[in-house]
């Protein structure tokens, strides 16, 4: 079980080089080609539905997928796409790589883990979204309950990220404190799903920017505090975001899930076995 401490003191951990550049730069293709695609089917007659998030976001359902375009009127740019791990053989074989079960396993204090989320956040050039200050507990409690805390993201940046196109940004410790209280926002070119933001001011001068080279890799503790600025430049900034998940965690909802076992064994039986077989759902 994940505890206070499972990163240490700071709440989150980077790995190095983890992705080679050869296979970055096909990593970068695939993430376009699933963005045209993706966008593509979305723009067709009769495409998925659309709504407006609470923060005012636009988000339709298409591909498997939610996806949320870019803030700016008009704006034909995908700000995510979530998951994503269905719509390329590649981008999914990554939930399974040691290079980041590893780290994920490590962090959860559990060889079983598996594949909780995925979603690629494009942070385009010039207009790329904000994340604001949030911790991502809340947002799982309402999936799995008290089980949230037995969640790990990890982020592979597919590019440079540095605090001028939106690099991560983390209050360490923040996941030592209680929880922070989170509220709905309308704030335009937030990019989170349900709009939420910690209502606390946070200090810059507590905050790390974590500017990491293209094939390096955060986690970070589901309690601790982070955000991203909007990206002005014109360097894009990928970051292919995946939730592990201990294997003891249960769904709290009333329908019974599937999931798919990447590292370790399923002793506990909470999720029907998923077929490998996701690619096909694209
Ligand atoms: O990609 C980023 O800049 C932040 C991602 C994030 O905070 C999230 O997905 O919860």
């Known amino acids: 079980m994940i505890g206070t401490d499972a990163f ?28 045209e695609r993706v966008a593509t089917h979305a723009q067709r007659e ?5 709504g407006r998030l609470a923060d005012g976001h ?6 498997k997928a939610g996806i949320q375009w870019e803030w700016a009127d008009g704006s034909q740019a995908i700000r995510l796409i979530e998951p994503a791990d269905h719509l390329d053989p590649r981008i999914d074989e990554l939930f399974r790589d040691p290079r980041l079960t590893r780290p994920a396993q490590e962090a959860l204090h559990t ?12 942070k385009r050039a010039t207009e790329g979204s904000e994340f604001p200050w949030h911790q991502d507990y809340p947002y799982w409690y309402t999936a799995i309950g008290d089980a949230a805390q037995d969640v790990v993201t990890a982020i592979v940046f597919l590019d440079d990220a540095t605090a001028a196109n939106g690099a991560l940004r983390v209050l360490p410790r923040s ?28 200090d810059d001068a507590d905050a790390v920017t974590l500017e990491l080279a293209p094939g390096q890799m955060s986690l970070h503790d589901v309690r ?24 003891h965690v249960r769904n709290t909802g009333t329908r019974r899930d599937s999931a798919l076992l990447v590292r370790g064994v399923d002793r506990f039986h909470h999720f029907d076995d998923e077929p490998d077989h996701r690619v096909s759902r694209a």
Not at 10 to 29: S, T
Not at 224 to 247: C, F, K, M, Q
């Open 46 to 50: 009769g495409a998925g539905p659309e």
């Open 224 to 247: 601790l505090a982070h955000a991203s600025a909007p990206n002005d430049t014109e360097a894009r900034r990928v970051g292919y975001a995946i939730r592990y998940v201990a294997a």
């Open 58 to 63: 636009r988000i339709q359902f298409s591909s």
């Open 8 to 35: 240490g003191d700071l709440g989150y951990h980077l790995e190095e080089g983890v992705i080679g550049a050869d296979e970055l730069e096909r990593l970068r293709a695939v993430a376009e080609s699933v963005a």
């Open 111 to 122: 060889g079983d883990i598996g594949p909780f989320t995925s979603k690629l956040n494009f």
């Open 175 to 202: 996941h030592l404190r209680p929880l922070m209280v989170h509220e709905l926002t309308k704030q335009p070119g937030n990019l989170l799903t349900r709009g939420q933001e910690i209502t606390e001011v946070i």
